[in-house]
């Protein structure tokens, strides 16, 4: 027999978001009045950036319910998606080749080998006063791939199947469904399947296999899945976190969510509550009856299980890698954490590798960041390593605003707002006009200055000469859209472009374009090249 809480009547939402942000606010200053003279900065933090931060998210549930609504916003991104952006959604459908190219297709091909391999052997380690870890780029443009490619679930079905459970409550309630919760269930599992076919079709064009594995929390909501390699001489697992799509309002009250919570039920310190609680929620709901951690553990356990039964060496434990960008890439990074902490949840089935993040924002406060730096450590030869890629001026990558020392994070309160400091070892991707060298990579503050060998695994793959064609013919078709089908206001500024989205990205600020996929995929390119052409020299 199972129990669980009885429900409890809860604002949802935007309220949520405000009850929570005012009461940690509150209690901030009830329990340590007198930090308004030792922390002043921080006190005028909390005074002022949460209430406007509270003020704009609901400026911009309003503005993006008139517009998606009512000004024909949501029509418009569809056409706009379907005539020129390969039926993506809007992080994806101003590059669609990143997905789409055969240049991509061959890339991750060539990188399945190395993806498979296991856990370098560290008794072999150079003999010199530094530990080395090895940064892959060719694992990152995979990584940052695959992180893209997550987006790309029709959310329409996702919506779909949260109405379907809605319906079934309220005539359950009423006992007027014809239905049974069994069959409510199938056709809800059928309709996140739907969801994930684009998602499915492309993975298969890169020799990999794909499936969801949990909504984060909530339908709708952040969105884990794996992907996997059948090769039974070298399987593995890669599991990836989609981030935030900007049409998705609840996953904005996720980012913002930026008082700290209390990590050590499942981590250690604190750590951001938004990404915290979707990843491991304190309050389970009949409504949100969910525990996404257990989900995405039990999945990965049983895919391995399955993929040493068909493995040419079933007692080798299959490697798993974490990925994510922005919002994902956080939830990646505390799913790190747990398995650093915790190698027993995945058992012997499993050997965690590495963890490539795309723009990660701070996830967690000092204490977070010291004792996720001891358990790399832990012990000295372990090499599961957090990559946290920044491209350029990302401002994502650089908030929420923190101290980000370890000698002020020793001293500073463990409330104080600016409490925040990053994990892992950065890569940052250079200015073209600024710096030669494309990479710059360093450790977070507490973490170990290791030595870092950059290499480049992919191999060549033969040219698809056909699909370069039929790349080349589908990219010189004739194309009219129907213009008739956009909403009235816009109709005329359609018929005198080209590609209206070229136009709209032009737009972004260009510390929110350097957040963009495509744009960390490129500079990792140049880095590529760079670093190619170093090793032909050496060689040489």
Not at 109 to 122: E, F, K, N, R, V
Not at 215 to 237: H, Q, T, V
Request: net charge neutral; hydrophobic share 40%.
């Amino acid at each position: 027999m199972s129990f669980t809480r009885k429900k409890r009547m809860r604002p949802s939402g935007y309220w949520r978001y405000v009850i929570g942000v005012y009461k940690n606010l509150f209690l901030a200053f009830y329990f340590n009045w007198t930090v308004i003279f030792t922390a002043p900065l921080s006190s005028l933090a909390f005074i002022f950036i949460y209430p406007v931060i509270s003020y704009l998210l609901f400026a911009f549930e309003i503005c993006l319910k008139i517009f998606m609504d009512y000004g024909g916003g949501t029509e418009l991104s569809k056409r706009i998606s379907l005539d020129y952006g390969c039926n993506f959604g809007v992080i994806n459908w101003g590059a669609p080749h990143l997905l789409l190219s055969e240049k991509s297709s061959n890339l991750i091909q060539s990188t399945l080998d190395a993806l498979g391999q296991h856990q370098p052997d560290t008794s072999k380690e150079p003999i010199d006063e530094h530990r080395h870890r090895t940064f892959d780029i060719s694992i990152a443009q995979t990584m940052t791939i695959l992180s893209s490619l997550v987006y790309e679930r029709f959310d329409e079905k996702v919506t779909e199947a949260h109405n379907v459970a809605l319906d079934f409550k309220k005539k359950n309630k009423g006992k007027r469904s014809s239905i049974t919760a069994e069959q409510v269930e199938a056709e809800m599992k059928k309709l996140i399947w739907d969801s994930e076919r684009p998602i499915r079709k492309i993975a298969r064009g890169y020799g990999l296999q794909f499936a969801g594995v949990t909504e984060l929390k909530s339908l709708g909501g952040p969105f884990c899945g794996l992907f996997w390699s059948m090769d039974p001489d070298k399987p593995f697992i890669v599991v990836a976190f989609k981030g935030t799509t900007p049409t998705n309002y609840s996953e904005f009250l996720v980012d913002a969510t930026l008082q700290r919570t209390d990590a050590r039920s499942y981590l250690f310190g604190s750590a951001h509550e938004g990404f915290y609680d979707s990843l491991f929620p304190s309050q389970i709901d009949d409504e949100d009856a969910k525990d996404p951690y257990y989900a995405i553990q039990c999945a990965v356990k049983s895919k391995a299980r399955q993929l040493q039964e068909s493995s040419n060496d079933p007692n080798r434990p299959i490697p798993v890698w974490i990925t994510g960008h922005s919002l994902g890439a956080a939830m990646g990074t505390l799913l790190f954490a747990r398995w650093l902490k915790c190698p027993e949840d995945i058992g012997t089935h499993c050997i965690i590798r590495d963890a490539y993040v795309i723009g990660l924002p701070a996830v967690g406060d000092n204490d977070f960041a010291s004792i996720f730096a001891s358990y790399s450590n832990a012990p000295l030869g372990r090499t599961s390593t957090l990559w946290r890629i920044i491209n350029k001026s990302d401002i994502i990558s650089r908030i929420p605003p923190g101290y980000n020392n370890m000698t002020i994070g020793h001293y500073v309160p463990q409330t104080d707002f600016f409490n925040y400091s990053h994990v892992g070892h950065a890569v940052q991707i250079t200015h073209t006009m600024l710096d030669p060298n494309p990479l710059w990579i360093y450790p977070s503050t507490h973490q170990t200055n290791l030595k870092v060998d950059v290499i480049v695994s992919d191999t060549d793959v033969p040219k698809n000469r056909k699909r370069q064609l039929e790349e080349k013919r589908i990219s010189n078709l004739p194309f009219a859209p129907m213009i008739e089908k956009y909403p009235w206001w816009i109709q005329p500024w359609i018929k005198r472009v080209v590609n209206p989205i070229p136009i709209l990205e032009s737009f972004y600020p260009f510390f929110l374009r350097d957040h963009i996929p495509i744009h960390y995929f490129e500079g990792l390119e140049r880095a590529r090249a760079y670093y190619k052409t170093r090793d032909m020299c050496q060689n040489h």
